[in-house]
């Protein structure tokens, strides 16, 4: 065993702490982690404090998972777990390219661009209600979907001159449909894998 | 052994109760975290585990019950002290008069009757 081991699983059992803490205020999480930090450091330079004593220490501090639990339910602060709102949110933009083009079918060609736009951020709203995905991650679903009710509108439109010209392909429109379709499936995989990582507990297994 | 016991009392119950004895345990005057800490995790049936108790020292702050006070230590870093508030102090005699009603009301009812 290296010399380090017991630096290695205080280490560990701090990195398990903050992640478990991330649902508190920013300046709550600090101060407990602030608190922890200094109890561990306290016990173990106590004289005759051997280095199998961090694992019970560690062991009495208690798991990281109920001590944040215990922590959320002292700041009157909830999990947030996947509700309508998440549910909504990723199945509007997985089908998005329904809407748009259903939108664009239905409504007169005069329509101008910005009535797209209003329409994506329609898309956007489930997702904006959201208490699981952070502020970035909003910001970053709502310029795909808005990329996605421009662009593949546009790419019909593109289809649409090119067929009088050089008649109609079935392959070509299969291409435009599914290259029109990226911003929507992007934002759906990246909201999903989001709200994986914010919703459920943070890996036992500390990475490498 | 100790957890089983532990959580027969309904967490709210302990929660709510377990503030005021780290308030109890500060009317003395001011203590090191760490002295604190292991008292509260030695007394049977308190606390499910030492680390509860910093987010809850960290609310109790918050409230504006306990203060905390730094002190330069012989060996070591700085140690962070607790010590009342004139409010937290306030809070504490309130629930220690109400706690007194209350235990008795309780054992009324919940003790059985004849048992000495």
């Known amino acids: ?208 | 052994m100790e957890h089983a016991h532990v959580d027969a009392l309904p967490g709210q119950l302990r929660r709510g109760t377990l503030e005021y004895c780290v308030l109890a345990l500060l009317r003395p005057g001011e203590r090191y975290a760490l002295d604190l800490v292991r008292q509260l995790g030695e007394i049977d049936g308190m606390v499910t585990s030492e680390g509860t108790i910093y987010p809850l020292l960290s609310r109790l702050r918050r409230d504006g019950l306990v203060e905390t006070t730094w002190h330069e230590s012989s060996n070591g870093p700085p140690r962070r002290y607790y010590q009342l508030t004139p409010s937290g102090r306030e809070k504490l005699d309130q629930f220690a008069r109400e706690w007194v009603r209350f235990r008795d009301a309780v054992d009324s009812l919940i003790v059985p009757k004849g048992s000495s």
């Open chain 1, 1 to 208: 065993m290296s010399p380090t081991t017991s630096d290695q699983q205080v280490k560990q059992y701090l990195r398990h702490l903050r992640a478990e803490l991330r649902g508190l205020p920013r300046g709550r999480r600090q101060e407990i982690l602030a608190q922890i930090g200094e109890h561990i450091s306290a016990c173990r330079s106590e004289p005759g404090v051997e280095k199998e004593d961090v694992h019970s220490l560690l062991q009495r501090l208690g798991d990281p998972a109920e001590l944040a639990a215990d922590a959320r339910e002292s700041f009157g602060v909830r999990r947030p777990r996947p509700g309508v709102f998440e549910a909504t949110a990723l199945l509007l933009s997985g089908l998005g390219p329904l809407v748009v083009l259903f939108a664009a079918i239905a409504t007169p060609t005069t329509a101008s661009s910005w009535v797209r736009v209003l329409g994506s951020v329609l898309l956007a709203v489930p997702m904006s209600l959201s208490r699981i995905w952070r502020v970035r991650d909003k910001v970053i679903g709502t310029l795909l979907l808005i990329g996605g009710s421009i662009g593949l509108p546009f790419l019909m439109h593109l289809y649409d001159q090119t067929s009088h010209v050089e008649g109609t392909s079935a392959a070509l429109l299969t291409t435009v449909l599914v290259v029109g379709s990226v911003p929507f499936l992007a934002t759906t995989a990246y909201l999903w894998f989001r709200m994986r990582r914010l919703a459920s507990h943070p890996p036992t297994t500390a990475p490498a």
